[in-house]
């Protein structure tokens, strides 16, 4: 997928759960009912009241079966009358999750979403698609680092029993499970009341966003092109110029200087791939390996592991050779792998040597 098809997928998700999110908090506002469903060992399901209307004040909690992913037990008119329109908190027991810890950078928070559905079929045997998911609040660790807990199961599994309960005429089912910590973490919402109020939200925050960003995206645009065209005209005064030291040197080298002059200035103007990688080799620490190098026009692209990725940065930086070094993709560290996995771009520059 393109970068802007990325950019447009994170903005999707992130509209869809803050419309959810306000959707669920005004009906809870406006006193909806709400039900607490929490699943046994046996496999069975505990409805209990949560907030009551006053016709419901008296009712008990009731137990109930299910049986591939379906309801098995009746229920009661009473308990059938409280569910229509009721927001439903379904807690499953952990046994149907798996959890996965996972240790990145702290700088990868921001990216969270992206870098665990990418990973997500890695870490799982489900596919993104075929997989919900959530992960605990990530807490720091040692060397800039975060830690979290990715809790994951089968969407078939636990969709057929939220519309099992909305079947039943629930408004609203949120599903949740409990973490070897014994933390409560939500993995899954499904709705089908409050459907217009949520694309409503959704519409509201596009046009927020749109409204907001279009005057952004003009200023980043003109921002870049202003910039491109500062960086083309400079590049072009410095051929011009190393195309004049040229000709002067080969007016005072004689006959024979033309030929000599144009390997010169070939060799002051191309980047060296062999040139590139002996450098490399000299600069990098013994704790950083480079499993893949790309060299494109003054372009540099390395991907590899290494014990600390942001010196990398300073390294390439202090090397007379490379300039404008940074990541062009986050740091990961999987829990099968000894280092982190960097992605580091930066300028190669086009003398090597003495500028013989």
Same mark, same amino acid.
């Given at each position: 997928?393109?970068?802007?098809?990325?950019?447009?997928?994170?903005?999707?998700? &992130?509209?869809?759960?803050?419309?959810?999110?306000?959707?669920?908090?005004?009906?809870?506002?406006?006193?909806?009912?709400?039900?607490?469903?929490? =699943?046994?060992?046996?496999?069975?399901?505990?409805?209990?009241? #949560?907030?009551? $209307?006053?016709?419901?004040?008296?009712?008990?909690? #009731?137990? @109930? *079966?299910?049986?591939?992913?379906? @309801?098995?037990?009746?229920?009661?008119?009473?308990?059938?009358? $409280?569910?229509?329109?009721?927001?439903?908190?379904?807690?499953?027991?952990?046994?149907?999750?798996?959890? %996965?810890?996972?240790?990145?950078?702290?700088?990868?928070? =921001?990216?969270?979403?992206?870098?665990?559905?990418?990973?997500?079929?890695?870490?799982?045997?489900?596919?993104?698609?075929?997989?919900?998911?959530? &992960?605990?609040?990530?807490?720091?660790?040692?060397?800039?680092?975060?830690?979290?807990?990715?809790?994951?199961?089968? %969407?078939?599994?636990?969709?057929?029993?939220?519309?099992?309960?909305?079947?039943?005429?629930?408004?609203?089912?949120?599903?949740?499970?409990?973490?070897?910590?014994?933390?409560?973490?939500?993995?899954?919402?499904?709705?089908?009341?409050?459907?217009?109020?949520?694309?409503?939200?959704?519409?509201?925050? @596009?046009?927020?966003?749109?409204?907001?960003?279009?005057?952004?995206?003009?200023?980043?645009?003109?921002?870049?092109?202003?910039?491109? !065209? +500062?960086? $083309?005209?400079?590049?072009? @005064?410095?051929?011009?110029?190393?195309?004049?030291?040229?000709?002067?040197?080969? !007016?005072?080298?004689?006959?024979? *200087?033309?030929?000599?002059?144009?390997?010169? %200035?070939?060799?002051?103007?191309?980047?060296?791939?062999?040139?590139?990688?002996?450098?490399?080799?000299?600069?990098?620490?013994?704790?950083? +390996?480079?499993? =893949?190098?790309?060299?494109?026009?003054?372009?540099?692209?390395?991907?590899?592991?290494?014990?600390?990725?942001?010196?990398?940065?300073?390294?390439?930086?202090?090397?007379?050779?490379? $300039?404008?070094?940074?990541?062009?993709?986050?740091?990961? %560290?999987?829990?099968?792998?000894?280092?982190?996995?960097?992605?580091?771009?930066?300028?190669?520059?086009?003398?090597? *040597?003495?500028?013989?």
């Amino acid at each position: 997928m393109s970068i802007p098809g990325q950019i447009a997928a994170a903005l999707s998700l &992130w509209i869809d759960s803050v419309a959810n999110t306000v959707s669920a908090r005004l009906e809870r506002a406006r006193g909806a009912q709400q039900i607490a469903i929490s =699943e046994d060992e046996e496999g069975a399901l505990t409805l209990r009241l #949560v907030s009551k $209307a006053s016709k419901d004040a008296d009712l008990p909690p #009731v137990r @109930i *079966g299910i049986v591939d992913g379906a @309801i098995s037990t009746p229920l009661s008119p009473e308990w059938s009358a $409280a569910m229509k329109g009721a927001i439903v908190d379904l807690a499953l027991r952990p046994s149907r999750f798996v959890f %996965r810890p996972l240790e990145l950078p702290g700088r990868a928070v =921001e990216f969270l979403d992206g870098i665990i559905r990418a990973q997500i079929d890695r870490l799982t045997p489900w596919s993104p698609a075929e997989a919900v998911f959530h &992960w605990t609040p990530p807490q720091p660790i040692a060397d800039d680092h975060v830690e979290l807990t990715v809790v994951a199961t089968a %969407r078939a599994a636990v969709t057929s029993l939220s519309q099992a309960l909305l079947d039943l005429g629930a408004t609203a089912v949120d599903i949740s499970t409990a973490t070897p910590g014994m933390e409560r973490i939500a993995v899954h919402h499904q709705r089908i009341g409050g459907q217009t109020g949520s694309s409503r939200l959704r519409f509201a925050l @596009i046009a927020v966003l749109a409204i907001a960003g279009v005057p952004a995206i003009l200023s980043i645009g003109l921002g870049g092109i202003v910039t491109d !065209s +500062y960086d $083309a005209e400079q590049q072009q @005064i410095q051929r011009r110029i190393a195309e004049r030291r040229a000709i002067a040197r080969g !007016s005072q080298g004689g006959p024979g *200087g033309s030929a000599i002059e144009l390997l010169a %200035r070939r060799k002051q103007t191309m980047p060296s791939a062999v040139m590139v990688l002996e450098e490399l080799s000299g600069i990098l620490p013994d704790h950083t +390996y480079a499993t =893949e190098l790309r060299i494109e026009g003054d372009k540099l692209q390395i991907t590899g592991l290494t014990h600390d990725a942001p010196s990398l940065i300073e390294i390439l930086e202090r090397s007379p050779h490379f $300039a404008s070094a940074g990541f062009f993709a986050p740091t990961t %560290r999987a829990a099968n792998e000894s280092g982190e996995r960097f992605h580091i771009e930066t300028r190669i520059k086009p003398q090597f *040597g003495s500028g013989t």
